[in-house]
């Protein structure tokens, strides 16, 4: 029970130095408004075109296979670390991994889902 208390704890302090950061941001923080920080982005440029413009279903795509293969590489780490206890058999099922990663890398590739215009 003691270890939960513990974790109770960290979770109340890491709450309330986020709500004192917060407030004392507030508290003494800028407050002057101006033309210009209203503008979108602050940039104090005069903004053109729509607000909401479409984005290409490219950018969108390549977005989703990043964190696709970004997420499957995270898996090699622990296969590292627990390499001499797998010995062969984790050897065999990481290249099956490393297989199955590459064909979808390839068919990305040869489908022109890295390509960017």
Same mark, same amino acid.
């Given at each position: ?5 513990? #974790? ?8 309330? &130095?986020?709500? #004192?950061? @917060?407030?004392?941001? &507030? ?6 408004? =101006?033309? $210009?920080? =209203? ?17 290409? &279903?490219?950018?969108?795509? #390549? ?10 590489? &995270?898996?090699?780490?622990? *296969? $590292? /670390? ?9 050897? /065999?099922?990481?290249?099956?991994? #490393?297989? @199955? ?14 390509? *960017?215009?």
């Amino acid at each position: 029970m003691l270890e939960y208390v513990a #974790i109770a704890l960290m979770i109340v302090v890491a709450t309330l &130095v986020a709500l #004192i950061a @917060i407030g004392l941001g &507030v508290l003494f923080g800028p407050k002057k408004n =101006s033309e $210009a920080k =209203s503008m979108p982005y602050e940039s104090g440029m005069t903004p053109y075109g729509e607000g909401a413009r479409r984005m290409p &279903v490219r950018f969108y795509l #390549i977005a989703v296979l990043f964190i696709l293969f970004d997420i499957e590489v &995270v898996f090699f780490l622990p *296969w $590292a /670390i627990t390499f001499r206890e797998l010995k062969i058999f984790g050897l /065999i099922e990481m290249v099956i991994f #490393i297989v @199955i990663l590459l064909v979808g890398y390839v068919y990305a590739w040869k489908k022109g889902a890295l390509e *960017w215009e």
